[in-house]
């Protein structure tokens, strides 16, 4: 089933609280995190197993006691082994106050002048039990959470400038751009599925030749455009047969398999 969307268009908690929790195991319907990217801010803490993390072009392992932080519009997605793992989404704007200390900072963090490090765990020992004590509190929702969860995203935020778990930004522009072409891609595959689609019409859409894009999108997912495509209508065609009333027939029919 789907984590979420190629883009994440959904409200993540609620309009005056946009933080939002999930706690994965193997038998959680959005177990695998399918490929995607999405405005929000993400921390991804590994319970239990192995993640085998997807970040645009590299790929990383990780393992129980990790924690990763994902930068909004980073492209990223994972495949679980025996894992429990749990993650939190949120609007870094939540934390935006006027005249408040912290706000060049967050600033900074937003407008990606900073970029904190993906793998916060591996050189510090405080991050993890932050993290801890910050799912606790968004699972438990006792009275009062939400103050605690912001001051732990807080505290969270002072540790990684004290402890320089990030760097100055220095994105490569061609990089940059091609990134953002597979994002057109991904969304127009999320808003258009259920139609005849071609290999030309999404190359056309990254701005490449199919035989680059091919390479260059595989390089990126794990999957051919079209691989992916089917697969993301499998996915698709699951979820509307397990929330609507239809049969698999009419199904496969809107969604073309």
């Known amino acids: 089933m789907k984590y979420i969307d190629y883009q994440e268009r959904a409200q993540q908690g609620t309009f005056n609280f946009p933080i939002a929790f999930y706690h994965q195991t193997p038998h959680s319907p959005r177990y695998d995190m399918q490929y995607h990217w999405h405005t929000q801010y993400e921390i991804i803490r590994i319970i239990s197993g192995t993640f085998q993390l997807k970040l645009e072009k590299s790929t990383m392992l990780c393992q129980a006691g990790d924690v990763i932080f994902i930068t909004s519009g980073m492209l990223h997605g994972g495949t679980p082994h025996d894992c429990i793992y749990e993650c939190i989404l949120f609007d870094l704007q939540i934390l935006l106050k006027n005249n408040h200390a912290c706000s060049r900072i967050i600033r900074d963090i937003i407008d990606q002048k900073i970029t904190v490090n993906t793998r916060l765990s591996e050189t510090s020992e405080t991050v993890p039990a ?82 680059y894009f091919c390479r260059y999108f595989r390089s990126l997912t794990g999957r051919t455009p079209i691989d992916y495509l089917n697969y993301y209508r499998i996915e698709c065609a699951s979820e509307m047969l397990s929330t609507k009333d239809i049969t698999i027939r009419e199904d496969c029919y809107l969604l073309r398999i």
């Not at 072409?181 to 199919?210: C, E, H, Q, W």
């Open 130 to 211: 932050i993290v801890h004590d910050l799912c606790h509190a968004l699972s438990s929702k006792k009275t009062g959470y939400e103050f605690m969860v912001q001051g732990y995203l807080y505290h969270l935020l002072g540790t990684i400038i004290h402890e320089h778990l990030y760097e100055q930004a220095h994105q490569n522009i061609i990089s940059a751009e091609r990134i953002s072409s597979v994002k057109n891609v991904l969304t127009f595959i999320s808003d258009n599925y259920s139609n005849n689609i071609s290999l030309d019409d999404l190359s056309r859409i990254a701005g490449m030749n199919p035989k």
